[in-house]
């Protein structure tokens, strides 16, 4: 293997090498902006309307803009005349690791804020609430937890859902076959075609895949939820407090401005690409809350 | 039983298929496969180098990673390789690497492996008495590899390095799992978008047995055309 | 490297409540185990036919050998993941369509089946060069006995061919169960996706992946002694 860290040293090298030097007093990923000159940002395929890819597949939405006004507030922090913003695409399965490793600087996704995932990342403000629940098609007539007994569930790998599902397949012992999809477009067929009785994810996404779905009406949500709601953030590396306090800074000052309802609005009250379809979703009271008090507690109880 | 299926969708998404899909594909198999290649024939020869401990890191080295399966290897990469950077460079963060750069050096250090084996094969073909031949001369061991011994392995083993080529192209799809952009990403991703599996999948297969057939019809011609017969 | 090992984390229970971290993984490597053995049975019987169809005299037997053996090598095993999964279903008569996408552990099944059909086109390389690497006496030798084609494949003909390519088998047996792990991305719990679930549940990335590395070796090794008994247990006495 002596060869292979040679190489991949020559590899690496390179880069880091010709980077320029300088700003000691910074640390961590603040650091690595400026010395770069770029932020990566991780998006997701079908978190729709969070992030998501439009009809050229190229990424857009609620949170992939809040990344980008933390991208803006990072720039005018560092003082750079230019910030270049580059996009690596990332999974439910993937974004942990690559977060940790350095891939990528800022998770723009639907990632569920929780005590577990804090011990690994980092999160910041608040900028959604949902609670679990499945999908299935109403000719199945499933609407409770219980009435998933001995069906075959599918749920997106990596996810806080799959989690629940699971221990609550467990305690239940309702029997069900667990699949795990790559993402979420991807468990959403399994249904679509049959393969899965029931897709089990949080509701809003649940909501948006339906509304996108090429018949709505064919599809039901159970009433019953499978937790409580819970807080999304966008996700950065844990132990980094310059960064996380810009990020803080910037996505507060956003939330409690006219322009952070009006972005709210935007993606969850109008039609949003690729095919114009509106997720009529206006602003509930504890979103409101969340979004005056930004937060980025894990605990449910708190919003 | 085509009835309900609607090829248009595969006019209206081509120029994101090879635009981006197709051009992610060649540009990974190309570079791969030319690291691949240099790697490998570095290995092949560490292989079959007098030196013991060259010997068995080689040995080591490509038994492990042909023991190992590539989607395993390719998730493996993609998170380690930040640390192995950093561990490099003697960084105390983890290095940036995208993407691409990940996916490169995965299929480089995966396929270098299966390479080296061609790459052996086709030295020790070369007899002996070449070796010697070129060593009486007064040729050092790396002029008579230069020389002598790889300008007739590689010519020997052309058809099957371009074959193992192939392979690679086809294996360059496992970066699916990665969510990256490939050609069968792009098509994978269009399918979800517009429910049209069907299409997309057929599609993408017709594609991938065009240019895989093409290319290995013209590795055969090839073969005929450069054997060194004896 | 600022990562936090956790060498313990295979003790502990998983979130799906039917045992340890280790017993997601061993259950994983059944699955594996399972998978390969099956479509083995497959991809051998299938092999060994298309690769005599290839040696036979008819030029019918020959043109639908090399089709079967173009087609399954020339595209990505994942692809073809994909049109067994999700494009079969669609192009079978409703009812049917729907009866095979409810099967229990369709993605098994649908994964042996792949897995099968290709490894086949590879297996029928093997075969038809076993048979080709044979001297030509032996099949006229054949003949000369009264013995028909049929009789003169399989009690002259194969016999000498498997013995032959019994390592490129055992490395195509091993190529097939590598290949198992693609079947992740059509929902098969094989070593590589439960290595993957335990990372995300318990974000311990790489003592997963190291744990599913050394299994992968050891079935490898255990593979490959089996081989070589074998080898050893068929091989003609005084020959080569």
Known sequence: MHLSHALLLAALAIPAATAPVGAQELSGTLKKVKDTGAITIGYRDSSVPFSYLDGNQKPVGYAYEICLKIADAVKAQLKLDKLEVKLNPVTSATRIPLIANGTIDLECGSTTNNADRQKQAAFTNTHFLTATRYVAKKEKGLDKTDDLKGRTVVSTSGTTNIRQINEINAARGLGMRILPAKDHAEAFLMVETGRADAFVMDDVLLAALVAGSKTPDAYAISSEAQSKPEPYGIMLRKDDAPFKAVADAATAALYKSPEGKALYEKWFTQAIPPRGINLKLPLSEPMQKALAHPSDSADPAAY | MFANFDFSVIGASLPYLFGQGMVFTLTLTALAATGGIVFGTLLAMMRLSSIPGLTHAAKLYVELMRSLPLVLVIFWFYFLVPYIGAWATGSATPIQVGAFSSALITFTLFEAAYFAEIMRAGIQSIPRGQTAAARALGMSYAQTMRLVVLPQALRNMLPLLLTQTIVLFQDTSLVYVLSLTDFLGAASKVAQRDGRLVEMYLFAALVYFAVCFTASLLVRRLQARTAIVR | ?240
């Open chain 3, 1 to 240: 490297m600022n990562y936090t090992w956790n060498w313990g984390i295979f003790q502990e229970p998983s979130p799906e409540g039917a045992g340890t971290y280790a017993d997601m993984l061993l259950s994983g490597l059944s699955w594996t185990i399972a998978t390969a053995l099956a479509s083995w049975v497959i991809a051998f019987s299938l092999g060994s036919v298309i690769g005599v169809m290839r040696t036979l005299p008819s030029r019918a037997a020959n043109a639908v050998g090399a089709a079967y053996v173009e087609l399954f090598r020339n595209v990505p095993l994942l692809v073809q993941m994909f049109l067994w999964y999700f494009v079969l279903p669609e192009l079978l008569p409703a009812g049917l369509g729907t009866a095979v996408k409810q099967l229990p552990d369709a993605p098994f099944y649908t994964a042996v089946l792949c897995l099968g059909f290709f490894t086949a086109s590879r297996v029928a390389e093997q075969v038809r060069a076993g048979i080709q690497s044979l001297p030509r006496g032996q099949r006229m030798a054949g003949t000369a006995m009264g013995f028909t084609t049929v009789q003169t494949y399989r009690y002259v003909l194969l016999p000498n061919a498997y013995r032959i390519i019994l390592p490129p088998l055992t490395s195509e047996f091993l190529n097939n169960l590598k290949n198992t792990s693609v079947a992740l991305t059509i929902g098969l719990l094989e070593l590589t996706a439960r290595a993957r679930s335990m990372q995300e549940f318990s974000f311990q990335v790489f003592e997963a992946f190291t744990a599913a590395t050394i299994l992968y070796l050891l079935l490898n090794l255990v593979v490959i002694a089996g081989a070589t008994l074998l080898e050893r247990t068929v091989a003609v006495p005084g020959a080569r």
